[in-house]
């Protein structure tokens, strides 16, 4: 049975081109040392379908060049690395699957580079350069495929993501409305004003046309709208950006994805304040700080949950509200059924009593906190 043998291709996606190049191990699993990290091969491509036709037939003829260099039993299988580079990216990746369908492509975040680069000391900055730091970073650390949205939530995706853009322009013309005071510049923008907003309008109905349109979509975003303070445009935003509840494994990843999980930052003395890691997707955030404004009154556990918090500064305790509330959204979309508050037993609750034993182990902690050697002394 032939065992598989992976090269790495790392692709620097431009507006217009791509550069690639082609990064391997040898038979023993070590880097291919004959050749530097800039010494790689190399290939320039267009965006387009011919030059995706033209970046597998060249790299046909690499695989075949290295296939002669290893053992017979290897079987070598390509797998594609790329930076996260918004549109650009995406639009090379659906040229690569329309090509071939069953491609490996891993995506990581843009900022892996720089760092991959610092580490290995190089100062440089060309397309391809970073092709080559790309396929090199790929052969050591072995990124993982990414996510494949489904059709129906990638849909769902570009309309909630329109809107949000649309709200934030329509926010910076009202707030540059307060600044103006000659008549004829306040009647340019809210004319201005006026034509973001109706295109608000019409994106909302197309939101809930879409939404109609799709049964299990509409289920999920019944499912939040259920809870106070979520509405359909926040329900619909939250579910767009997450995906099927079955991408993520526990609600660790649920909260890292948002980029509400903490960073600390201590080094012997040096122990600073623990902040947001924020490397999550903005819009869920932006979405669940609007959404807090109205739950945190409406829901008890969050109100409990601010005030209990009395040594935080107002907006640590919204961001603490913002990931509780992340957490409830996600457990009524695991669910079955939609949002119910809790509701205290009606039992009279018998308080609680401590073992003897508990109470004695409690009584030595306390003369042990409350020792001193000026005491001892004494």
Not at 73 to 80: F, G, T, Y
Not at 201 to 218: F, G, N, P
Request: glycine residues 4%; positive net charge; contains cysteine.
């Amino acid at each position: 049975m032939l065992s598989e043998h992976i090269i790495w291709v790392g692709l620097d996606v431009g507006k217009k081109d791509t550069v690639c190049a082609i990064d391997w191990l040898d038979d023993n699993q070590e880097l291919n040392r004959n050749k530097g990290l800039t010494s790689l091969a190399v290939k320039h491509i267009t965006n387009t379908r011919e030059g995706v036709k033209d970046f597998f037939t060249w790299l046909k003829a690499n695989r075949k060049h290295i296939e002669e260099r290893l053992h017979p039993q290897r079987k070598v299988v390509n797998r594609l690395v790329m930076e996260s580079t918004g549109c650009y990216s995406y639009r090379l990746i659906k040229q690569l699957k329309a090509a071939k369908p069953d491609s490996y492509i891993a995506l990581i975040n843009p900022a892996k580079v720089p760092a991959f680069k610092k580490f290995n000391d190089i100062e440089s900055k060309t397309d391809k350069l970073d092709a080559q730091c790309l396929a090199r970073l790929g052969t050591t650390q072995k990124p993982d495929a990414m996510y494949e949205m489904p059709a129906d939530y990638a849909g769902l995706k570009r309309l909630t993501r329109m809107n949000a853009s649309l709200t934030k322009i329509s926010t910076i013309l009202k707030n540059q409305l307060t600044n103006l005071d000659d008549p004829g510049e306040r009647q340019i923008f809210q004319n201005l004003l006026k034509s973001v907003e109706e295109q608000l309008d019409c994106l909302v109905v197309k939101i809930r046309e879409y939404l109609r349109s799709h049964a299990a979509l509409q289920e999920r975003v019944t499912k939040l709208d259920s809870i106070p303070g979520i509405g359909m445009i926040i329900a619909a935003t939250l579910i767009a950006e997450y995906g099927p509840e079955d991408r993520f494994q526990n609600i660790r990843q649920v909260v890292s994805f948002a980029g509400m999980n903490p960073k600390n930052k201590c080094s012997g003395t040096s122990v600073k304040s623990t902040r947001l890691s924020k490397q999550g997707a903005p819009v869920i955030r932006q979405m669940l700080y609007m959404a807090t404004l109205t739950a945190q009154a409406r829901i008890p556990i969050l109100d409990a949950l601010s005030k209990r918090l009395t040594n935080l500064t107002p907006m640590q305790k919204r961001c603490a509200v913002m990931r509780k509330l992340l957490m409830i959204c996600w457990s009524v979309l695991c669910g079955t059924e939609n949002y119910m508050e809790y509701q205290p037993s009606s039992k009279k609750l018998v308080p609680y009593e401590a073992p003897a034993a508990t109470k004695r182990r409690i009584k030595r902690e306390r003369k042990k906190r409350s020792f001193s050697p000026e005491n001892d002394a004494d």
